[in-house]
């Protein structure tokens, strides 16, 4: 399971629901995103921004953002949003943290997002080539703010902290959906557990964060309450995005959620007490994470739009 929704394009004809109008894509355009892709193509660079088909790469490459996946594209667990391939990986590739620490130096990037596949057949989850990861990209990129998009680790403390103790600026761990389609949605992992990582993380100093897929059946009430349950954990930053079915082997889009409720959504967020809510029908993990990174941005920012509707 890797820990970042991945999207892909909804063939209408294969769709219960049709696919509505805002969630129509903008082409990618600009110098910064062309520069980016050039770097790409030429280098043979692998993101999670291109595999996942995120409909906001353009947008997040011309902003100087990109996300890498780490520990090979084969993952130990088959959730049902999820297209990246399950099965057994390939050996763990010593060199690669400081492959990444290049590429994210070649490609110039000013915020760059680390995630990866679980490697639960591994002793130690994966987490020292994390911490490696960390450690070389802070090394070789010290002007790159980065955010680290880890899995459960199985909930082991000891893995976790290794993670704490490479210091990101940012640490998110999804939750993905609701503790009632939890099982359903990510069927290796749990709920209850990913709570525990986030609050592990939360007190050992990080800055937290989490997404949640909307549109998999879950309840307005089931959403709330798993926002309740974040903030009471510590989370700082919250991601609420539309679930969009990579392929027909994938779980069915049960809906598709109006922006009017995204929108309620990132209200309700900020009254509980999120230090920063990004909430849209294409928002995704990494979408606007730069951003992220600054405390009291997303709230100083709502505290001014709430501000300028009163006047």
Avoid at 26 to 36: M, N
Avoid at 95 to 114: F, G, T
């Amino acid at each position: 399971m890797i820990e970042l929704p991945v999207v892909a394009k909804i063939d209408p004809a294969n769709s219960k629901i049709k696919k509505p109008d805002w969630l129509r894509v903008k082409l990618p355009i600009g110098e910064s995103y062309k520069h980016v892709r050039g770097l790409v193509d030429t280098h043979k660079l692998h993101t999670i921004c291109e595999s996942g088909n995120c409909p906001n790469m353009g947008e997040c490459w011309g902003e100087g953002t990109a996300t890498f996946m780490i520990l090979g594209n084969t993952c130990t667990r088959s959730c049902g949003f999820c297209a990246v391939a399950t099965g057994r990986p390939d050996p763990v590739d010593w060199d690669e943290p400081q492959r990444v620490a290049e590429a994210i130096n070649l490609m110039r990037v000013k915020h760059a997002v680390l995630t990866s596949v679980d490697r639960d057949e591994l002793k130690d989850g994966g987490s020292i080539i994390w911490y490696n990861t960390i450690k070389a990209v802070k090394t070789l990129n010290p002007e790159t703010t980065l955010e680290t998009l880890i899995p459960d680790f199985k909930g082991y403390a000891d893995q976790v902290q290794r993670i704490i103790d490479a210091a990101p600026d940012v640490v998110s761990h999804n939750m993905e959906t609701v503790e009632r389609l939890s099982r359903q949605v990510r069927i290796q992992a749990k709920y209850r557990r990913s709570l525990e990582v986030l609050r592990m993380l939360k007190e050992g100093g990080m800055r937290t964060k989490t997404g949640i897929m909307l549109g998999l059946g879950e309840k307005k009430d089931e959403v709330v309450q798993s926002m309740q349950d974040l903030v009471a954990v510590g989370v700082d930053v919250l991601t609420l995005g539309q679930y969009l079915q990579p392929t027909k082997k994938h779980l069915p889009v049960e809906r598709f959620v109006h922006p009017n409720e995204f929108a309620e959504l990132r209200e309700i967020g900020y009254e509980l007490g999120f230090d920063y809510v990004e909430s849209g029908p294409l928002v995704r993990s990494s979408y606007h994470s730069e951003k992220h990174v600054i405390k009291g941005y997303g709230r100083k920012k709502y505290e001014e739009e709430k501000e300028m509707m009163l006047a």
